[in-house]
């Protein structure tokens, strides 16, 4: 058989791949030389997924109350429990839980069926985690969650900085793609994170700043910029804000930051001297009490300069899920509504209702996942949907978490995996179709919309996500508006959608592929949006934003501690990330050795004089506990991470590691504009293990 084009299901850079089944259940995949991502090149974990398919694992048959049964009696029980529980407490005592691994089609089938159809806005995602503070913040500049830059940007680049992002482990093309434009231009990388990652390796500078504290550093770049006489005037004729941001922004100090005032004072020459600079920011940024402030404070600084929606220019979010950005674009969030529509704007709720023939829609945003999830505790809400994401583990405050899905009047998981630490807990279980099994579209971080294809068949009875939701939906008398026959209509639908929206004035508008056949679905080449859209080529060149009077907006920002305060009992604070070759909560990361043998353990990082000061040796077990959970990991001691920070991976499970679940120590304070939660500045102690 010849290959097949698809798209890897890791990280947002979606990279494409070529995949060739080998017989028996085997996949042969190689990196795509042709799609605009990736060149051919894959990373460790995609160049190891040929490694991660199989059945070992997988959840063959839908299950009730632990017993195997049929499709119908499953999907019957299902629609019946929401159905009455709607009826006995109201829309908004029903919720679903959504993730950044599902298709667009999924999402935007999951999205039509509780915003339009139950009549909620209590659909969340895990990308509530990832980056929600960056829809936030591209909201307050532009009007709409729009990612100004490109790919090609990284290639154009004099100056690249990394702001709260470990590329080399967590978006690897994309980091050798700098590496590339290092070789190729001279351009120059800095890297501004408390902990010296692999992305420091090729650094020309790195600025190690304390936790929490990056909108002091970007207000005093602001405010460096304005005295170095950098501002760019005929840009900022677009802006408004101008004069309140800077003013608050020379309000703050370096002190925050922990940085001697000569290193920033490089950071500050290095930037304001080059013309072309993007600033990548992930989670480091996102993840934080502070975040969408965080985001701002960038954005402002690109805007001062006119470093925006030129060539090798701008603020550029990488985001880690591979199609976080196709859930924004449907609007997956509980306070978006579809195609970057308003769910506050009372015309835009009208048009989406009016479009879908739906029998209702919410007036206004329903619960983010942390709030959702305390609803849930709370007995709020009564019947739960998690698709494709594992909150017991992943969720600030896991433990509790845990508890509500076990306490919950009836919850339901749709899962390629038959044991995750959620699934466990499930009242009904309904098996999915894996990557390579399903079929439908992605975007990833620079707006590409790329293909999944479907090369092998779904074991068992598992079907696609899409085809769960419709048929429950259809049980529960939503009829004709989810009688979809293939991903390729309800792709169709969500284009002709977005032409809604592009006659809003909005940026998301792919309304020129609402037409397209099957057969052209199927041979959809990787495409970035605008796609026929109504104001075309690149973003910002014109100075024009999303906001009704069409001006951005700099946002007066000033630095906030993170909200959780060290305490005599928990003087350290606690980072959390990825690792090189592990992918969230290891479904498919673990089935490959060569991935698990990278890093084997949960562990800690944890600076040498730490670790002299609290007795504890190189590779020994560490307690570590917070106010709201317990870990024991195995120590690694390294002045890689700052003296008062800790440092521990996110990935292992209750079922793979029982005591490395690093969420249970991360509480759920949340930013108060984005509800991201802030998972790398935990408050905890840490001691020396005595079994
Ligand atoms: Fe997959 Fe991301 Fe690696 Fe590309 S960089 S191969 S999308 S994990």
Avoid at 274 to 281: E, G, Y
Avoid at 380 to 385: R, Y
Avoid at 405 to 430: H, N, P, R, W
Avoid at 614 to 641: F, H, M, N
Wanted: glycine share 10%; proline share 5%; net charge neutral.
């Amino acid at each position: 058989m010849s290959s097949v084009r698809s798209t890897c299901p890791y990280c947002g850079v979606g990279c494409g791949v070529l995949l060739t089944p080998k017989g028996a259940g085997g996949l042969d995949v190689k990196g795509d030389p042709d799609h605009p991502a990736n060149r051919g090149r894959l990373c460790s974990k995609g160049s190891a997924l040929g490694e991660t398919v199989g059945l070992a694992g997988r959840l063959l048959a839908p299950r009730v109350d632990g017993q195997d049964t049929d499709w119908n009696s499953a999907l019957d029980h299902v629609a019946d429990r929401f159905s009455r529980t709607i009826a006995e407490h109201g829309p908004d005592s029903v919720a679903f839980y959504a993730s950044g691994q599902m298709l667009t089609e999924d999402y935007y089938v999951a999205n039509k069926f509780m915003k339009g159809f139950v009549g909620t806005a209590n659909i969340d995602t895990n990308s509530r985690l990832c980056m929600a503070s960056t829809v936030a913040g591209h909201k307050r500049s532009f009007g709409t969650d729009t990612v100004p830059g490109t790919y090609e940007d990284l290639d154009e680049a004099d100056l690249v900085v990394l702001v709260g992002s470990n590329l080399a482990w967590c978006h690897p093309i994309l980091h050798q793609r700098v590496l590339a434009a290092k070789e190729k231009r001279g351009t120059k990388l800095i890297v501004v994170d408390p902990r010296r990652t692999a992305s420091c390796d090729a650094a020309d500078l790195h600025l190690p700043l304390k936790l929490g504290s990056d909108v002091a550093l970007f207000n005093r770049l602001l405010t460096a910029i304005a005295e170095a006489g950098a501002l760019d005037r005929t840009y900022l004729s677009h802006v408004n804000g101008f004069d309140a941001a800077l003013e608050t922004a020379r309000a703050d100090s370096i002190e925050p930051t922990g940085l001697s005032s000569d290193l920033v004072d490089e950071f500050c020459r290095m930037w304001i001297g080059t013309k072309r600079v993007v600033t990548i920011f992930s989670q480091g940024v996102n993840q934080s009490s502070a975040g969408t402030d965080k985001v701002n404070s960038i954005v402002n600084c690109h805007l001062a300069t006119g470093r925006i929606g030129t060539p090798g220019c701008g603020p550029f979010s990488v985001t880690g899920q591979p199609n976080a950005m196709g859930g924004r674009e449907v609007g997956g969030l509980a306070n978006t509504l579809a195609c970057h529509l308003d769910i506050e704007n009372a015309a835009h709720r009208t048009a989406v209702k009016d479009f879908w023939d739906a029998p209702r829609i919410p007036e206004g945003p329903g619960l983010k996942a942390v709030d959702l999830f305390r609803a849930v505790a709370k007995g709020q809400v009564k019947a739960l949907w998690i698709m494709h994401t594992n909150p017991a583990v992943t969720l600030p405050e896991a433990d509790a978490v845990q508890a509500a899905i076990k306490g919950c009047d009836f919850t339901v998981v749709s899962e390629i995996a038959a044991t995750t630490d959620t699934s466990v807990l499930a009242d009904v279980l309904l098996p999915a179709s894996a990557w390579a099994e399903k079929d439908g579209t992605v975007t990833n971080t620079d707006r590409t919309i790329s293909r999944q294809r479907s090369v092998l068949p779904a074991p068992g009875a598992a079907k696609p996500d899409w085809w769960h939701i419709a048929e429950v939906a259809k049980r529960m008398g939503f009829g004709s508006a989810f009688d979809f026959a293939n991903s390729a209509e309800i792709f169709r639908e969500h284009a002709a959608l977005s032409g809604i929206a592009g006659g809003f004035g909005r940026d998301f508008d792919i309304s020129g592929l609402a037409e397209i056949t099957d057969s052209e679905f199927d041979a959809l080449a990787p495409a970035r949006w605008p796609v026929a859209g109504r104001r075309g080529g690149r973003f910002f060149a014109d100075g024009q934003s999303f906001h009704s009077d069409k001006r951005m907006r700099m946002v007066p920002v000033a630095w906030r501690a993170p909200d959780a305060r060290r305490a005599p009992r928990f003087p350290f604070r606690l980072n959390t990330g990825r690792v090189r070759d592990h992918w969230h909560t290891m479904t498919r990361t673990s089935l490959s050795p060569r991935l698990s043998a990278h890093l084997a353990e949960p562990f800690v990082e944890i600076h040498p004089v730490d670790a002299v000061n609290l007795g504890i040796e190189p590779d020994t077990l560490v307690e570590v506990t917070s106010p709201t959970g317990r870990a024991v990991l195995r120590a690694t001691i390294s002045d890689a991470t700052r003296q008062g920070e800790l440092f521990a991976p996110i990935h292992w499970t209750g079922q793979t590691a029982p005591t490395g679940r690093i969420d249970a120590l991360v509480a759920g304070a949340t930013d108060p504009f984005s509800g991201q939660p802030e998972s790398k500045a935990a408050v905890c102690a840490a001691k020396a293990f005595n079994a």
